[in-house]
């Protein structure tokens, strides 16, 4: 639900909730909810109320912020195409809704704009990632490799070659020993559940993945998963590499800086002991995914392993 006092009756009760329907998961609606907060906040009104030079002001805030380092170009795109989605959404059905005529998507027109830097993000977009979780549902071996590319930010090869025994339950949470990293890896708590649905049903082996005979994954497997799934979910052929780098674009996106992210995506060469039992309070892993207000739901049914 959009919690801000400019939003109305109408866009809070009615608009809002059909709008997010087709969202799989919190994941996809939570990013969506913050950025058409954000921008009813800084306009001071109810997005019903706003226009084209409501739009032009928070899209010229966006890139102050950019140049002040406090924004990635990804992140500034990443708002922009939110919002226009959902102007859009609102502009479909004006007449249902009993908008006024004179509403209309006011940030088709900075979509220009974006062209240029989008050419260098190495991420998903959100909505793309959500399709692609929906779509593995029925998998839940590819829908686990994917959680650990996106929420964990383990390479296709550090994924390969773990082994049960690198999963790790602390006092304050899930550690994985991912390939050469000097530090555990934090796994948040919806990856957690993804992991311990799969772990239930996998077949026993020596690594955490294994194909019909039993042997260890190799990268390419994770590479044909995501030529099928992206297919399958009607979106660019994007790569695990891709899916992973989303990782960090959704931790920069909701706060987390560049030490924290740095820490997530394992380039850090501090050495943690690790013993049962001890907390890593000072973990800043921890602390830059629970900036994230975003999550992945553990597939529905009873999806396969395979």
Not at 16 to 37: C, E, I, M
Not at 43 to 59: H, N, P, S
Not at 90 to 97: L, Q, S
Not at 202 to 214: A, C, H, I, T, V
């Amino acid at each position: 639900m959009l919690e801000t006092e400019y939003a109305s009756v109408k866009l809070r009760d009615d608009i809002w909730p059909d709008y997010v329907k087709h969202f799989k998961s919190g994941t996809t609606a939570a990013s969506y909810r913050a950025d058409v907060q954000e921008f009813m906040e800084l306009c001071g009104k109810d997005f019903l109320d706003t226009g084209e030079q409501d739009a032009e002001r928070y899209f010229q805030y966006l890139k102050k912020k950019m140049k002040e380092n406090s924004l990635g170009a990804q992140t500034v795109s990443k708002k922009i195409r939110e919002l226009h989605s959902f102007a859009g959404f609102i502009e479909k059905h004006r007449t249902a809704y009993g908008i006024k005529e004179g509403f209309h998507d006011s940030f088709s027109p900075l979509l220009g704009a974006l062209k240029r830097q989008e050419r260098f993000a190495g991420s998903i977009p959100v909505e793309h990632v959500d399709a692609l979780f929906k779509a593995a549902e029925g998998n839940l071996t590819a829908y686990t490799i994917f959680t650990l590319l996106y929420r964990v930010s383990l390479s296709s090869t550090e994924i390969t070659a773990l082994r049960p025994e690198d999963l790790t339950a602390y006092d304050d949470g899930v550690y994985a020993a991912a390939g050469d990293r000097k530090e555990p890896c934090f796994v948040p708590g919806d990856a957690v559940e993804v992991l311990e649905r799969y772990m239930e049903k996998r077949m026993p082996g020596e690594y955490l993945f294994s194909n019909s005979r039993g042997r260890k994954l190799n990268v390419m497997y994770i590479s044909r998963l995501m030529k099928k799934y992206t297919l399958m979910a009607g979106i660019p052929c994007y790569s695990a590499q891709a899916l992973k780098n989303s990782c960090a674009f959704t931790l920069f996106a909701y706060g987390a800086g560049p030490q924290e992210t740095a820490k997530q995506l394992g380039i850090t060469v501090t050495q943690i002991r690790r013993y049962s039992g001890r907390s890593y309070r000072e973990n800043m892993m921890r602390k830059a995914n629970e900036l994230v207000k975003l999550k992945v739901e553990p597939p529905g049914g009873s999806s396969s392993a395979s």
